[in-house]
């Protein structure tokens, strides 16, 4: 089973700007819809946008706007670009098909500072 694994969350200011980066072990072409999930301390996990193979996105509302998924098959990666940070994107961001959800990886913490 391909393995995704995210990076590029760190720390950033308020109006700042970050990419996440979601590595696939092998291709990504056999997983049809990826999402990028996000869980808050003490909220439940949420979808935040997903992909389908073809390349058709959708954004949750509070995405919408500010971030920008992409998926490059031939790198096995699927990008999240992220604008405008708010301190309520504050989470742990994490990717996964979608709607259908594999084992969770470790993800990746984005802070953003007010």
């Known amino acids: 089973q391909v393995q995704l694994v995210e990076s590029g969350g760190g720390l950033v200011q308020a109006g700042g700007s970050l990419r996440l980066s979601c590595a696939a072990s092998g291709s990504i072409s056999s997983i049809a819809d990826i999402g990028w999930y996000r869980q808050a301390p003490g909220k439940q996990r949420e979808v935040v946008a997903f992909i389908t193979r073809s390349g058709r996105t959708n954004y949750a509302d509070a995405a919408k706007g500010r971030y920008t998924i992409s998926r490059d098959n031939a790198k096995y990666t699927v990008y999240l670009q992220m604008n405008s940070l708010k301190p309520e994107d504050t989470a742990v961001y994490y990717c996964?098909?979608?709607?259908?959800?594999?084992?969770w990886g470790q993800g990746t913490q984005v802070t953003v500072s007010s």
């Open positions: 996964n098909a979608f709607p259908t959800v594999r084992s």
